[in-house]
Nanobody, 111 residues
Framework: QVQVVESGGGLVQPGGSLRLSCIGSGIVFRIYTMCWYRQAPGKERELVASISSGGSYTYIDTVKGRFTISRDNAKNTVYLQMSSLKPEDTAVYYC?????WGQGTQVIVSS
């Protein structure tokens, strides 16, 4: 089955950390750029970070220095390490590769 599945979301206090994971199956994972998007309530989905097949990465300005994207091609997995989380990071986080989207994992940053 061709799919990507996210995990790792949850409730965390401001300043805390979470690591999201996205496992791909049915695709040649290593050749694709992998992306993390997020969608907050009432807002449009936005690209948070991406990592190319060669390991180059991009981040939106609001997460630079706090989030780190990485990939493990042997495990068909892409990660998003999130630190110094803020309430405005609250959103559903989605993994994307090519036309594939996961179901999303909820991140809530609240005290």
């Amino acid at each position: 089955q061709v799919q990507v599945v996210e995990s790792g979301g949850g409730l965390v206090q401001p300043g805390g950390s979470l690591r999201l994971s996205c496992i791909g199956s049915g695709i040649v994972f290593r050749i694709y750029t992998m992306c993390w998007y997020r969608q907050a309530p009432g807002k449009e989905r936005e690209l948070v970070a991406s990592i190319s097949s060669g390991g180059s990465y991009t981040y939106i300005d609001t997460v630079k220095g706090r989030f780190t994207i990485s990939r493990d091609n042997a495990k068909n997995t892409v990660y998003l390490q999130m630190s110094s989380l803020k309430p405005e990071d609250t959103a559903v986080y989605y993994c994307n590769v090519s036309a594939l989207w996961g179901q999303g994992t909820q991140v809530i940053v609240s005290s």
